[in-house]
């Protein structure tokens, strides 16, 4: 269907629309008008994603004169894939109504891991790896020699892409990454240079937060993205956790060990460096003298990132002279590893922030600040100039020089804790020195100034006014949506004891309980055997979980479960979750049904969706609390109390339950769909904290649901599913539409009717 | 038939009990014979398969691969065979041999001239078509009494057919066994007393240890039987079991760095981990999480915030004897969900081990050849995107059910709900009608005389007692109502008896073949349709007078409830001879009318 917001012409790839999708464009339409950012709560399973795309890219071919470009950032690779897929859908639709015009170039970008199809390479072990894989054979210095040499070894892939050079692009169209990876295949050119390369010229960029937020990789857009961008941020409930993990630090003595390695390894070639070519020692000298800004005369393919949280100056300013030389810059870095080696020799926990860290390095070991803001930089310069091309091995003295340059960064919003030991287990010793990042405004702040319009949105992003006050900036939209059911779909429910009416709790006093343990046992059990497909439990960390799980297999509850349905579970591999979640969608496909056991805060609970047949009912066991005596987290609650005025208790409430409500919004996907929620611990029947769940969830939490046990919920999920099962009226008759069709939205903007939300 | 002869070793018996004749056994499509090894033995036989009934057979998994054919005049005749797979294939040939005769045997004699076939059909169909026959009783009667009857060709039979000829194409797999959902408890049986712990282990859980743990299946097949015997090696498996349950990694290592056997049960297992690895790039992309690891730049080593998560701290030298009971979790449902993908006996744990090897050999060369599997992916992702309230509906994959017998099928389904609604009260039970007036007149007397004797009781009767019966009418009332009004087969049919409720249903389902036939020849186009219809309406015709005949067979009582069950029989047969009267008519009319126009 095509429908008309104010000036704008929408293409909207179905024949229908809910009323919620429909005032979501017009509230981002106008905040791309005023060219500002803008903050969107809209709950899960109203189709966020596909509005935002139809909205936007009806936007560019409206205003032919204006191309803006979209980033679209998503926390997860398999989320990536599923957004483009809707593009897809939706980019084929456009094309059907206006023709070719409405072609446009859209692809997702992701590390060499993901899109390297260089058989060798790929099957390195992780992504580092695979870097450093792949540069060995691309490197511009390997394949130098390699002419001369034809017994060193060369990708293809990459010299046929270099071969073709400006010849090499992408047709326009839609590109996932399995695509990008088969075209290359079938090209024969690489699909992560090309990836790289199609970034500038693409219409729609989809890939990570990462690639925006974190300084370590942002550089890759910080030449090729104009200001003219609208970038999204999706599932952006998480967006201040993980700006504040980009800049975060930690170091252990297995670091400060390697990095002496490396930093040997280094001299070592500096000496070696000197006896053959000194040439190019000199050469980098007199580059640095000229500022970091010229390292675009190194050749492209080697680019390392450049790092824009840093201030723009760093970038034209010269390189201090004491670090300019190899060898001065290297025994700059052997002091440091030594001091920071003796700070780890602490007895007892220090806690300081940055300006008395530095001022104590430049006492001690006479390192200045300006000094260390420039170390990341300075080593990657000289790590090129030295042809490293094994930088997996090296990963440890680059972690020191990040902690080197943002300590001579910021002089505020970090703190520096030093713990001996692990508070849990005082007799083993392990010291590690982190640098925590409290403000997380700090990362994304660059993001705010560079781009015109910054979309903020996610199905929870309830309380909304504290994220503009946790990434300090002003949108000129900000608006949370409602829900409009057709049905009752959602059937959240409190339940607070077992069916011996005993109170169940993840509290801590009474987390190991074995009576609690066996209450949420039954309860999983009496839910096994009535709902059908797919049940998925979440629990508040992976040691509860391992310890549940196993009291479970003990007392004979989990062979009754797997009488009704199949056990899977998350673990600490990553791909035997993957694996797992894999198995349990077949199970579900195939209706032999499932349970899978999952961790809130872990990696499924981030970004995989449980919808329709996936998940009928998800059980969220207990509220996911951070750990309250983790001093990082104390640090960061201090900050927030003395910098925002946020209390300690709330951020943690709301921390824990956007958490939980991020776990049990998954079940929903469309109005067709329909799950039930059970959060299984006392404390949710108190107001302070089931007040701080999303609007649209609590807005299904009937009072007489508030307080139930085992046996009522079971009643009530018996009745819930009976209900759910009987075909319904799709489009609403019953006063309130919840499914618009071209006629309806036409009479509504001419004023007939009246949109209520 | 695709092979004309089976020749398998077996044992000849006069009983179970008998330790047998060691022999060889024939079996030709017409007939078996068993010839004894020793040839003096005197115990030869040649029977032919026209006086066989039936076979019967153990169960897969009992001590003895035991066949057993009976003989239409009573006697029979037991082979035990060596393995569960000769038996199968010789259980499969005898009773495809037997199908031939019951079926097809009987009604040779009778017509010398069998049905003709204008196309040759290929032995796969033929076989297709036998073992339909074979699987579903009521297509057999049928089939027997229209195409051996002359009524309808064979193909005609069959062109109706056609999706159950489809669906039952020997091409598709077979429906597979599925495994049960149970670990392997490792919860060691103690007296108590001593320290001796015992565990317990079947056929069936062998195979599951050998689907979910590739190393020890591997391991299996290099030790037994040279390094060690099949005792001493589930001993060893079982010691590691135990060792895994108390959690002590650390004794765990040390049990391990001296028996290098054991060892292997205690490690990881590297194949799982190679084969995690394989699988992981068919995974869907939408789950996989693996794949983030790629754009992850936070949680490197020592990047990002501490976890807070208390971490296990182990040495390096024990890490390889590790193991969650999670992973142990994840691999049984994987398999279970997987199903039984071997078909061997599981008696022999060599056997299936070297089966399960197999299959895993042959799923990695699959892997290599399957190119159109990303592409199939892809079509789910973009199926999956897209919102389905907000578009039509699309027809959703469905897998048909194996029903083998619908009709037992349906009947058992309706007995389940009877039962259901039976629960509710006392309503559903059978009425009996079978008091004679002599014993309903005594039982009244003697009511009489009680009350005779006693008076009448205040409340005449316990209101309890008066409520239960008001309810128990009722209830009787409507669901008799709701009975009769579904002509279950509970009501009418069952009251029926037994002799008449066949033939009745026989005649049900053969006027409807008959009537499908005969309407879907019309219009009369050719010659050969003509012919057909017309013998379609002589063996309609057939069927008023015996329908008419059950009508008068049955008892009073019972003629108005099966008149009503025959009158839309009639009904349909009346309206398919007045289509054939009128069109007769029309046709002579028209042909009058044309010979008028023409002369």
């Given at each position: 269907m095509k429908f008309q917001i104010e000036d704008v012409t929408v293409y909207f790839p179905y024949d229908n629309i809910y009323p919620e999708q429909y005032s979501y464009m017009l509230e981002l339409k106008r905040a791309l008008d005023a060219k500002g950012h803008c903050l969107l709560e809209m709950p899960t399973g109203t189709g966020k994603t596909i509005a935002l795309l139809s909205l936007i890219t009806s936007?560019?071919?409206?205003?032919?004169?204006?191309?803006?470009?979209?980033?679209?950032?998503?926390?997860?690779?398999?989320?990536?894939?599923?957004?483009?897929?809707?593009?897809?859908?939706?980019?084929?639709?456009?094309?059907?109504?206006?023709?070719?015009?409405?072609?446009?170039?859209?692809?997702?970008?992701?590390?060499?891991?993901?899109?390297?199809?260089n058989p060798r390479v790929v099957s390195a072990e992780n992504r580092?790896?695979?870097?450093?894989?792949?540069?060995?054979?691309?490197?511009?210095?390997?394949?130098?020699?390699?002419?001369?040499?034809?017994?060193?070894?060369?990708?293809?892939?990459?010299?046929?892409?270099?071969?073709?050079?400006?010849?090499?692009?992408?047709?326009?169209?839609?590109?996932?990454?399995?695509?990008?990876?088969?075209?290359?295949?079938?090209?024969?050119?690489?699909?992560?240079?090309?990836?790289?390369?199609?970034?500038?010229?693409?219409?729609?960029?989809?890939?990570?937060?990462?690639?925006?937020?974190?300084?370590?990789?942002?550089?890759?857009?910080?030449?090729?993205?104009?200001?003219?961008?609208?970038?999204?941020?999706?599932?952006?409930?998480?967006?201040?956790?993980?700006?504040?993990?980009?800049?975060?630090?930690?170091?252990?003595?297995?670091?400060?060990?390697g990095a002496s390695r490396n930093l040997s390894r280094m001299s070592q070639e500096i000496e070696r460096l000197k006896a053959t070519d000194a040439g190019r020692l000199r050469a980098e000298y007199n580059r640095l003298v000229d500022g970091l800004a010229q390292r675009g005369d190194l050749l492209s393919g080697d680019t390392w990132l450049a790092n824009p949280a840093l201030p723009d100056d760093i970038l034209k300013e010269a390189v201090p002279g004491n670090i300019r030389r190899a060898e001065h810059f290297l025994s700059?870095?052997?002091?440091?590893?030594?001091?920071l080696k003796g700070r780890l020799q602490t007895e007892s926990v220090e806690k300081e922030g940055p300006v008395t860290f530095v001022a104590s390095i430049n006492s001690q070991v006479g390192i200045d600040q300006k000094m260390l803001k420039f170390c990341y930089d300075r080593l990657h310069s000289l790590m090129l100039t030295l042809e490293i091309t094994d930088t997996d091995e090296f990963l440890h003295i680059q972690t020191i020089c990040d902690l080197a340059t943002l300590v001579g960064t910021y002089t505020r919003g970090f703190s520096i804790i030093i713990e001996p030991f692990d508070e849990r287990m005082p007799h083993i010793p392990d010291p590690v020195l982190q640098l925590c990042c409290h403000d997380a405004s700090l990362a994304i702040k660059p993001v705010f100034?560079?781009?015109?319009?910054?979309?903020?949105?996610?199905?929870?992003?309830?309380?909304?006014?504290?994220?503009?006050?946790?990434?300090?900036?002003?949108?000129?939209?900000?608006?949370?949506?409602?829900?409009?059911?057709?049905?009752?779909?959602?059937?959240p429910m409190v339940l607070t004891r077992g069916s011996d009416q005993l109170p169940v709790s993840t509290k801590y006093d009474l987390r190991s309980d074995p009576g609690v343990e066996k209450n949420y046992g039954k309860l999983l059990l009496e839910m096994a055997s009535v709902v059908p497909d797919g049940i998925v439990c979440f629990f508040v960390s992976y040691s509860y979980m391992d310890g549940i799980v196993n009291s479970w297999h003990e007392s004979g509850i989990l062979k009754e479960i797997m009488k009704h349905k199949l056990v899977f579970i998350e673990t600490h591999d990553v791909v035997e979750t993957t694996l797992a979640l894999d198995n349990y969608r077949r199970a579900c496909d195939s209706g032999r049904g499932a349970v899978f056991f999952s961790v809130a805060r872990g990696k499924v609970a981030e970004g995989i969706d449980f919808d329709r047949h996936y998940g009928r009912l998800v059980i969220m066991f207990g509220i996911p609390f951070q750990y309250t005596l983790s001093r990082i987290l104390l640090a960061r609650l201090e900050y927030l109390r003395e910098t925002f005025q946020i209390k300690e208790g709330d951020f943690l409430t709301f921390d824990a339950l956007r958490q939980a409500a991020q776990c049990v919004g998954r079940v929903i996907r469309s109005k067709a769909d329909y799950g039930m929620m059970i959060f299984a611990d006392k404390r949710y029947s108190r107001h302070d904290k089931r007040s701080k769940l999303p609007s649209w969830i609590l807005s299904h939490l009937r009072d007489a649901h508030m307080n139930l046990s085992t046996d009522m919920a079971v009643h009530i999920a018996r009745e819930f599913l009976r209900k759910m099962a009987q075909p319904y009226d799709k489009s609403g008759a019953m006063g309130k539409r919840t499914l618009l069709s071209q006629e309806d939205l036409e009479k509504m903007v001419n004023g007939v009717e009246e949109m209520v939300f | 038939m695709s092979d004309k002869h089976v020749i398998k070793r077996a044992k000849y018996k006069s009983s179970t009990k008998d330790p047998g004749v060691p022999g060889v056994l024939k079996l030709s499509i017409e007939r078996f014979i068993f010839m004894p090894n020793d040839q003096k033995s005197g115990v030869k036989l040649n029977v032919e398969f026209k006086i066989v009934k039936g076979h019967k057979f153990t169960k897969?998994?009992?001590?003895?691969?035991?066949?057993?054919?009976?003989?239409?005049?009573?006697?029979?005749?037991?082979?035990?065979?060596?393995?569960?797979?000769?038996?199968?294939?010789?259980?499969?040939?005898?009773?495809?041999?037997?199908?031939?005769?019951?079926?097809g045997g009987k009604a040779v004699p009778e017509r010398t001239a069998p049905p003709v076939t204008n196309e040759q059909l290929s032995s796969i169909e033929t076989e297709c078509r036998i073992k339909l026959l074979q699987e579903n009783s009521e297509l057999q009667t049928l089939h027997k009494q229209f195409v051996f009857g002359g009524i309808l060709t064979d193909d005609e039979f069959w062109a109706t057919r056609k999706k159950l000829l489809d669906q039952n194409d020997s091409r598709r797999p077979k429906q597979r066994l599925a495994l049960k959902n149970e670990m392997w408890s490792v919860k060691p049986l103690s007296d108590g007393q001593s320290n001796r712990v015992t565990f317990n282990l079947t056929p069936e859980l062998i195979h599951q240890i050998f689907a979910e743990k590739p190393a020890v299946r591997q391991a299996y097949l290099k030790f037994v039987p040279h390094k060690m015997t099949d005792m001493e090696f589930w001993t060893k498996y079982s010691r590691a079991q135990y060792l895994h349950s108390t959690r002590n990694v650390v004794a765990a290592a040390a049990e391990a760095a001296e028996d290098e056997e054991l060892a292997v049960f205690l490690k990881r297992d590297d194949m799982l981990a190679n084969e995690a690895r394989r699988k992981i790039r068919r995974v869907?992309?939408?789950?996989?999480?693996?794949?983030?690891?790629?754009?992850?730049?936070?949680?490197?080593?020592?990047?990002?915030?501490?976890?807070?998560?208390?971490?296990?701290?182990?040495?390096?030298?024990?890490?390889?004897?590790?193991?969650?009971?999670?992973?142990?979790?994840?691999?049984?449902?994987a398999v279970v969900l997987q199903g039984r993908v071997v078909d061997v006996g599981l008696s022999d744990p060599r056997g299936v081990a070297e089966a399960l090897t197999r299959k895993k050999q042959a799923e990695l060369s699959d892997d290599k050849l399957n190119t159109n599997f990303e592409k199939e992916l892809s079509n789910r992702i973009s199926r999956s995107a897209e919102l389905e309230d907000l578009r039509g509906p699309r027809d959703p994959a469905v897998a048909p059910l194996s029903i083998k017998d619908p009709k037992d099928y349906f009947d058992s389904q309706q007995a389940n709900a009877l039962k259901a609604l039976g629960d509710t009260g006392s309503a559903a039970k059978p009425l009996i009608s079978s008091a004679s007036a002599g014993q309903a007149y005594d039982s009244l007397r003697n009511v009489i005389i009680d009350i005779n004797e006693m008076g009448l009781t205040e409340p005449i009767m316990n209101q309890e007692v008066s409520l239960k019966v008001l309810n128990g009418l009722t209830q009787s009332i409507s669901s008799t109502?709701?009975?009769?009004?579904?002509?279950?087969?509970?009501?009418?049919?069952?009251?029926?008896?037994?002799?008449?409720?066949?033939?009745?249903?026989?005649?049900?389902?053969?006027?409807?073949?008959?009537?499908?036939?005969?309407?879907?020849?019309?219009?009369?186009?050719?010659?050969?349709?003509y012919n057909k219809v017309t013998r379609l309406k002589d063996a309609m015709s057939q069927v008023y007078p015996k329908l008419q005949e059950i009508k008068e067979s049955v008892q009073s009582d019972f003629r108005h409830q099966v008149s009503l069950l025959v009158h839309p029989m009639l009904q349909a047969l009346d309206a398919a001879f007045a289509h054939y009267d009128a069109d007769v008519q029309r046709r002579s009319a028209k042909s009058g009318e044309k010979r008028n126009g023409f002369m």
């Open positions: 936007y560019v071919l409206a205003k032919p004169s204006n191309p803006v470009k979209l980033l679209y950032c998503t926390r997860t690779v398999h989320e990536m894939e599923k957004t483009l897929a809707e593009l897809r859908f939706l980019h084929g639709y456009q094309v059907k109504e206006l023709g070719p015009s409405a072609g446009i170039l859209a692809l997702g970008l992701s590390s060499r891991k993901n899109l390297c199809v580092d790896s695979v870097d450093a894989a792949c540069r060995k054979l691309t490197a511009s210095w390997v394949r130098a020699v390699a002419i001369e040499n034809p017994d060193i070894p060369k990708c293809d892939f990459f010299e046929s892409y270099e071969k073709a050079a400006s010849d090499a692009v992408l047709p326009p169209g839609v590109y996932t990454l399995q695509d990008l990876r088969a075209f290359g295949k079938q090209k024969g050119w690489c699909p992560y240079f090309l990836a790289r390369r199609m970034v500038q010229f693409a219409n729609v960029v989809v890939y990570s937060y990462q690639y925006l937020l974190d300084p370590k990789v942002a550089g890759i857009i910080s030449k090729e993205m104009q200001r003219e961008t609208v970038v999204v941020f999706d599932e952006a409930h998480n967006i201040d956790n993980v700006c504040i993990e980009a800049l975060s630090v930690n170091v252990r003595t297995q670091t400060l060990d700059v870095l052997r002091r440091f590893v030594q001091y100034e560079r781009f015109q319009s910054v979309v903020i949105t996610s199905g929870t992003l309830s309380p909304i006014d504290v994220y503009p006050r946790l990434l300090n900036f002003n949108p000129v939209v900000s608006r949370s949506f409602t829900i409009s059911l057709t049905r009752d779909c959602i059937c | 897969e998994g009992s001590k003895q691969a035991l066949l057993n054919l009976t003989q239409e005049q009573g006697g029979n005749y037991i082979f035990e065979f060596d393995s569960f797979t000769d038996r199968d294939v010789c259980r499969e040939f005898v009773a495809r041999a037997i199908a031939f005769y019951t079926e869907d992309p939408t789950v996989d999480i693996e794949a983030d690891e790629g754009d992850d730049y936070t949680h490197l080593p020592d990047h990002g915030l501490v976890r807070d998560e208390a971490k296990d701290v182990l040495d390096s030298q024990y890490e390889p004897y590790r193991r969650s009971f999670s992973q142990d979790l994840n691999q049984h449902s109502k709701f009975h009769l009004g579904n002509s279950s087969n509970d009501s009418i049919l069952d009251m029926l008896p037994k002799v008449t409720k066949e033939e009745l249903l026989h005649h049900w389902t053969s006027v409807q073949e008959l009537l499908k036939h005969f309407w879907s020849s019309y219009p009369l186009t050719t010659k050969y349709l």
